[in-house]
């Protein structure tokens, strides 16, 4: 797919869900970049949001900040709390934030930080272009939208994927992003929420 014939899809994608997402907005190549206000917002997305993570990224957080899971997880009766998720661990919060907020806002273990950390405040929706209905699900069918939409493969896709933003985050202050970023951004976005660890995104 031509990336004008991209923006047309996502544009027309966008308007038949917007409603569904009230705190969300299309990012497009002439969207402003993004560049953290952490002081501003005194780092609101650490301190609302609750984290969840799979074994892979608890793996990363140990490697890289030599922690226990018990240092940095939420933790039931001696054990680390699992839910019924993919993502099945929680990040521990403490005093209403993330227990790894440090004094000036910041992340004190950035590098290891989990994905959904990584690619926040950015989401990306894979949908059917007639329907608009949304799809988490069906792997192979993401990936080979993905392909076509950075052109990496000819062919029809069956969704379109669409790269959406959190209103609520203050740092939409960059210069517009341009497509080369916008492409980037996009690819970027779906491997973190989606790939984990899994071959075919990049
Ligand atoms: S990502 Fe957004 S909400 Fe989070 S600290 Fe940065 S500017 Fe604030
Ligand atoms: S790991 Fe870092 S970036 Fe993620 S919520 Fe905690 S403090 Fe914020």
Not at 57 to 62: G, H, I, P, Y
Not at 104 to 125: I, S
Not at 140 to 148: I, R, V
Request: hydrophobic fraction near 40%; include cysteine; glycine fraction near 8%.
């Amino acid at each position: 797919m031509r990336t004008s014939q991209l923006h047309g899809a996502c544009a027309e994608c966008w308007e038949l869900i917007a409603a569904r997402y009230p705190n969300y907005e299309l990012v497009t190549p002439w969207s402003p970049s993004f560049v953290c206000q952490a002081e501003a917002c005194i780092a609101q997305c650490c301190k609302r949001f609750s984290v969840s993570l799979g074994e892979r990224e608890v793996e990363r957080m140990q490697r890289v900040s030599g922690f226990t899971p018990l240092d940095f997880l939420e933790v039931v009766d001696g054990s680390p709390l699992t839910m019924p998720l993919a993502q099945p661990y929680l990040l521990a919060r403490r005093e209403g934030k993330c227990v790894l907020l440090g004094e000036l806002h910041r992340c004190t273990q950035y590098e290891g930080r989990p994905d959904a950390c990584r690619l926040y405040p950015h989401f990306v929706l894979f949908v059917e272009p007639e329907t608009g209905k949304p799809t988490h699900a069906d792997a192979e069918g993401m990936k080979c939208s993905l392909a076509a939409a950075l052109q990496r493969e000819a062919g029809p896709a069956p969704y379109v994927p669409l790269l959406i933003r959190h209103l609520e985050c203050p740092g939409f202050t960059g210069p517009a992003l341009g497509e080369a970023a916008w492409l980037a951004l996009l690819a970027e976005t779906a491997r973190l929420q989606y790939a984990d660890g899994g071959e075919g995104w990049d």
